[in-house]
């Protein structure tokens, strides 16, 4: 809220300030209903013309513990979740505690004054407001509840704060208790009221966000776990097998509700192994299914992937990644899972590795990575991590008559079938399922051992050199027909950022506010991972820095999992690593921070 | 934004296409028909038999040629889909079940197929051996059982006697072999029957009725490693000296306990189907949760469903 605008009217003696965007953060307790309020405000803004990300930590702990939801709502396009917080409002002391770092200085603290003891010395720094959350809360339901509702009650406090659309909010809360008992409803609509009409005091200003801009087509508000299973759903994928694990779990227990609505079925089994072993037995037999799994999960798949990449069979493995090694942060974020992904395998087992940059992209690119199965006969891991997964997104709604696919296996019998067709065009040979019948009587068996082109098993030297070229030259075939990413800001310069996956957001805020400090600073999200798209040398070459900024550890050399691969592919000395491992997003100001720090320790040095 | 990059899909090309059969033009497969690569398997091994009497299975059910799918892991026993002339699948070591489920619960026109050894189905293998069962997921499962690892040249395996010695134990083998049967029947298994590669009558009979079993049918077949532990079974062989007793006429096949008590006699002891009860298999029971789901949203197609999903989420 620092652009506020000048604009500001008056009414009621209480200035109403224009803002074009704030960020405000909700801290209490996991079983408080945060995230509800969280997806209210998401919910809102996507009715209202508003762009909008949020970020979550959720405790990894079932029975309750602190828990933040931040959401992030502006009238211009919002990338990350936002550095600092203009409102933070805080429902027990640890809130209050742990989270009034996050508040801008000058920023609002709301807090539940029945929990929350302020510190008289923040006061000279934060603006505090006080409100008996809890106890109000009672007093408008009637105590039956308990404390349940207040979370809808400090929504009526922020509908207040911020002049949002009062119909449109009564009616989200309305439709998220449908099917619940009607009194339900009722209660969270007279919470709402009580938090929306309580006079507050010691309020200077209330706030309006500024229009957006009207946008052609609704917008849908999810996070990128749905996105990503939806996404599936619309590339006619209809069996998947899995084990739970966090932040991967939600994706299948989406898929086990919704599959059966189209025909398919997913299956909870007893482990990884057993999952990826179904879903490739499935696919096999004709259709691509998919597994999915965070880091110990992908660990266990290993395997059995290296055989789909042997047997030429198509797969989708989604990884969740997760703070690693070992169970190590489950409810955080890294982007440490890259190499298990793209070299996780035993022999030469190339394979393709995809990941999204945010939410509306999970969607699309989960399609693409069904349809580069199916095309090159290969597994594809589509590499995605807890903060897309938890973070929700508003964009516009896919066509589905355009997009939704039938892929329906073909068991049109064929006259005759080589599965490992040596003389196939760049390698690709198609699958063909059990059940087609096959005129010449000769039938394919679909191996893990290295094998003739019928699927038999050979020791030939030639063979194998023939078979590793051609589940190579596969791929080689893939990375010509992938486009080149788009640079963000200009074409050249002196340093370009290089990330990949959700870091998209934040590293593309960091490069508009450089470029108006006047930084020749441009970035690049790579979308495709291995294959890597062609012409990226090209791209390097009009910088004269890059730096690959990932949230993962700069290695024993001082690369990251991604500055590594491509210091090994181009040899490029420019290419240098920008990491961190604190489990958390980036912050555009960290991002240009390390950027500064760079740029200033080794400028002598270099030369540059 | 990303709408752009779905990668298409030509159509198959090598779809060259051979009008289909109909039913009164298919012919029981010749066991010519059926065979395929010679099996690299040992001279004498009891594999073999097995082979044959599927190949006789085929043909005697006239099951057609493009719907018999084989499946199995890796060892000696597991080499199986090479030697049948079928679409088949050579999966990783113990995972033949899960890879089978995925097909059997995808294709219910398919017949699936999977053969096994002791290692690959109850040592590498034994979690997926037990959840198979207790979802009962409509396939067969032969394990050919030889109380060795076979493949790797003699290790000792979890069906391996006491005492047996082998490259691993030297001095004789120490753990308290698996009971293959007892862990079937623990799990929740529906059909569980006991043969052996010796008497190829009763193997047939074995696999025909576990064909008609709707569910997941277990057979432990004794198939000898002459090469690693000859004459393991020849106690239970009467060529050689052995007795071959089938499970008492009036053996209630329902009766989980009496079933318990004939898998624990001590070797050789009985043959045939132990158990065999019905109850609903995971396939069924998936398919009607897909109908009742699909009764919902009747007569829209995918995108339709979609659609209205995502109305829930603007
Ligand atoms: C993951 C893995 N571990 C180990 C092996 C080596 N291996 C192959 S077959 C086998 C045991 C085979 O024994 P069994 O299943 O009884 O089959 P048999 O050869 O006796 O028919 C082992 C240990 C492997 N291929 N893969
Ligand atoms: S080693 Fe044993 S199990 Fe393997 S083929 Fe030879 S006899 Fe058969
Ligand atoms: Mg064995």
Redesign the pocket.
Known sequence: MSDTATTATRSDALRISDVPEAVIRIAGNSQDGIQAIGGFLARLAGRSEQEVMTFMTIPSTISGGPSIFQVRIGSGEVLSSGDEADVLLAFYQHSYNDHLHSLKKGGIVLFDSDHVEPNPEAAKSYHHIGVPISSRTVEAIGGVGREKGKNVFALGLLAKMFHLNVPKLEQLIQERFTGKDTSVAQNAVLAFHAGYSFQLENVVELFRFMEGQKRAGNQVVMNGNEAIAYGLIAAGVRFGAAYPITPWSDIMELLRRELPKYGGCFIQCEDEIASVSMAIGASYAGRVAITGSSGPGIALKSEAIGWAVMAEVPLVVVDVQRGGPSTGMPTNVEQSDLNLAAFGGHGDSPRVVIAPANVEDCFYTTIEAVNIARKYSVPVILLTDQAIATRIEAFQEPNFKEICQDITPDLTPVADHKPYDLAAPDGVTRHVAPGTRIGSGKYPVVTGLEHDEMGHPTGSPKLHMAMTAKRRRKLQALAAELPAPDVFGAPDGEVLLVGWGSTQGPIREAVTRARREGQAISSMNLTYINPLPNGLEEVFSRFRRVFVVEMNDGGLYGYGQLAAILRARFCDARIEGINKTDGLTWKVREVLDAVRERVASTAGKNGH | MSQTRLFSIPPRQDALVVPPLTEAERKPLTKKELAADH?????????FSVLALYYKLIEKRKIWHEKVTTVAGI???S?FPYFVQAHGAHFIHGRALPFASGISLSRPDLHVFAFS?DGDAFSIGGNHFSHTARKNIKMTLVV?D?W?Y??T??QTSPTSPLGFKSKTDIWGAVDQPINPLKQALAAGATFIARTTHTNPNHLLQMMDAALDHDGFSFIQCL???????PGAFDSSNPRKGGQFVEVPKDHDVTDEGAAYKLAGQPFPGYFGILYKTSRPTKNALEAKIGADAQSKVQGLEPWQILQKTFDRMK
């Open positions: 099996p690299t398997w040992c001279p004498g091994c009891g594999d060892g000696c026993s080499r050894g050919m030889n060795v076979g493949l040249k003699k198939s000898e490693c002459v090469e690693f532990f």
